[in-house]
């Protein structure tokens, strides 16, 4: 057992809920003194930390599908760590976790928080710190069984992803692929777009930043014959231009709407919903956590594609926690390249 | 053989497009004299015409679920009517039928156009005829099949339904209620809800006249675990209210949106979206014509609940072909009370 006692645990917390998007104003930094774990309980320090699009709305006040952040609270994240002192029999130090860790150097967890956070074990020897974040984590996780589960995937069909460089469109299209769909991304910019079509292999990907009519055009020119799934992580206008385009019986996968996030009035919605009726065209949502007893599955399938190099993993990784409430903001502006990761320590 | 060869067939054609409501400039009457029909055609007399929200759309311009009604052509209009010649041996002259005959006194069918136009011989025994507009014609079956097939309602859920007094909203109800559900409905009026809960047996119906509250708190009041099937005929505020309260799992049937077909603004697309993917839920939508190889089935299920008085049904029956252009507002303004049925004969 490591002599913990000398550890200083600096934090980042919620001080206050953002209006639109984050500011500085909306974080406060603290230091603890790291405590030691007791009977049942562990001490994990904190390795690489997820930022994702979620953690705007946990941000907020009100009802969703998990509680907000409260005000003062050490900012929840998915992180990735070592266990550095252990008082329970199925954790040993030096063992690699993932988990809902926090945004702060170190974590104590009794027994019972083992378990609510979600620490898990996971097994380099299937993928790195940092795709453990990515397509073997929660963004990957939400990507196979949004796809699998809600859009039902067959052969000849043609998908559209959006967020198409992130986290969770990386492992959509791929694996779209690879069960025999056309694949069309969109993505922001010209390096993304090539790197979704020529590295990870998509048909092609729609650059949104190309100009007002980019999306509707890509759409029109690469999906002649409708969208069949639409798998959506941002809402907004790309949303609509989609729905415009659907082919019979679709699928969308409603992941997430990052465009709508950061929004100081209503959320825009679809306006061309009706194109559900039109098209006997399904729109549904998903939250990962309801797969939970089926993760290992999904890991096992997808480590399975990294090793065989029928699947890439790109991973955006900002180093040192006080960056936190600057990188969070690279999302938002779409200038993460990849799953954004902040690298808090480097073992 | 009756000889037709006197009679004249008046007829309402469409004009011009409308925007926003159809006014008596985007109708044009006109009388022809009546043929005789050919080898294996039918003349048909029209007795009763169904008028349905769905006419709006197919007003318009542009590609919907069937293709638009041409300038210059006789208003489409699913009706019941009466063989009147005959010269096809699967229809005798006095043969009752339902099928598409157009806003017209007389309907002239090549072989052809029989099957084209879906005329179906119809069981005055099973239901009147008003009623085979009605819970037994194209509203029944797609209150029928959007929530059998697509609600997928189970024993002791929660539905609420707009436009409850309407066509389809009667027979979505009183079926709800048959297979086990708590039944909410949303209706116009006090006279409406009155009707729904008192005559068809709905456990509550909300006023969405009384007031700019009524929707919110109505189903906050009698929907506390939220809505578990929610079958939409209105789209606008009243599906952004439900989507508000939604149940974990819910279904949303998007069968119309009559509060948005007269726009002359973009169509209002539902803000509270994201509420599918809080609460994993989704929305999909629905096209009678998909199930008509399994229509019969419903029609036997449901004249049974007429038979043995589990089920009512409710006409708004008005008289003369020329009320057309004014007859079909009533759907608009809400002012229908019950199906809205065109009386043009008596037989």
Redesign the interface.
Known sequence: MADTTQLSNHQIRLASRPVGLPTHANWRSTTEPVQQPGAGGLLVKTLALSLDPAMRGWMNEG???IPPVGIGEVMRAGGVGVVVASENPQFAVGDHVSGSLGVQEYLLLSQDQIKRNGLAKIDLRLGSLTQWLNVLGMPGMTGYFGLMDVGHPQVGETLVVSGAAGAVGQTVGQLAKIKGCRVIGIAGGAAKCDWVVNTLGFDACIDYKAGPDAVRDGLKEHCPNGVDIYFDNV?GDIL?QVLARLARGARII????IS?YNNTS??????????????????????VF?YADRYHLAVAELAGYLRDGRMHSKEDVVHGLDTFPDTLLKLFAGENFGKLVLQVADA
């Open positions: 009802k969703s599908y809402g609509d409603i992941c997430g709407a709508q209503a959320v825009q919605g679809p306006k061309n919903y009706l194109s559900l009726l039109v098209n006997r065209a399904r729109m549904q949502g998903i939250v309801d």
